[in-house]
Every structure is written in structure tokens, then in C-alpha cells.
Nanobody, 123 residues
Framework: VQLVESGGGVVQAGGSLRLSCTAP????????VGWFRQGPGSQRKEVSC?????????HYADSAKGRFTISQNEAENTVSLQMNNLKPEDTGLYYC????????????????WGKGIQVTVSS
């Protein structure tokens, strides 16, 4: 399964970016799709996840609550992460990942990973 992230870049603090994840040849059906971040010198951690069937089942890390919104476009087979009011600490490599629902939003539980896309927030 190939996951392709897009939408990263450089933005000033307070700005917004929208990340998207798509999977050519694979359908996000009855899976958990999540976004994870690896900051400079730190471990990869979850940012947000969504259950693609039970779309009301969403998780946000505390750092993302109130600023980030995860959503699914079933017709386009994409999962997006709208990031508003970005802060320098949001800087990092953002990965899209897919896993079985039982794994929920855990780094070790995800089965497929994208290559990651860089997000840099300048102060």
C-alpha cells in the first residue's frame, strides 16, 4: 500500500496548512487513517486519527485540539488535516499512516506509512 502525503511547506506562526493523504489503488475502507509528527530530535507521535467507516470516531492529540481538523473525502479517497494557528512547535515531518481499527491511533499499531512531508513553522 502506497500512501502519498501532500500540502506541506513553510509557513509563519499563526498561518495555516492543509495536508492530504491519498492511496493510489487502495481504498480507505474500514481502517484507521492517521497523521503523525516527528519533530527535530524527538520521537514520532500521533497528531490525529479518523475511523473511515465510523467517521465520528476521531482522535486529536492535546496539542492539536482546537487548531487542527481531520476529515475524509470518500469520493476522492483522501484524508486531510487542516492545520490552523500553526506554532513553531508544530514543525516536523508529518506522516500519513493506515492501520486496523483495533490499533486505533498508535504509532506501533499502524501497518502502512507514507514517506512523510515536511512542515516548518517559523516564528
Amino acid at each position: 500500500v502506497q500512501l502519498v502525503e501532500s500540502g506541506g511547506g513553510v509557513v509563519q506562526a499563526g498561518g495555516s496548512l492543509r495536508l492530504s493523504c491519498t492511496a493510489p489503488g487502495f481504498t480507505f475502507g474500514n481502517y484507521v487513517v492517521g497523521w503523525f509528527r516527528q519533530g527535530p530530535g524527538s520521537q514520532r507521535k500521533e497528531v490525529s486519527c479518523i475511523h473511515t467507516i465510523s467517521v465520528g470516531t476521531i482522535h486529536y492529540a492535546d496539542s492539536a485540539k482546537g487548531r487542527f481538523t481531520i476529515s475524509q473525502n470518500e469520493a476522492e479517497n483522501t484524508v486531510s488535516l487542516q492545520m490552523n494557528n500553526l506554532k513553531p512547535e508544530d514543525t516536523g515531518l508529518y506522516y500519513c499512516a493506515v492501520g486496523e481499527p483495533r490499533s486505533w491511533c498508535t504509532d506501533y499499531g499502524m501497518d502502512y506509512w507514507g514517506k512523510g512531508i515536511q512542515v516548518t513553522v517559523s516564528s
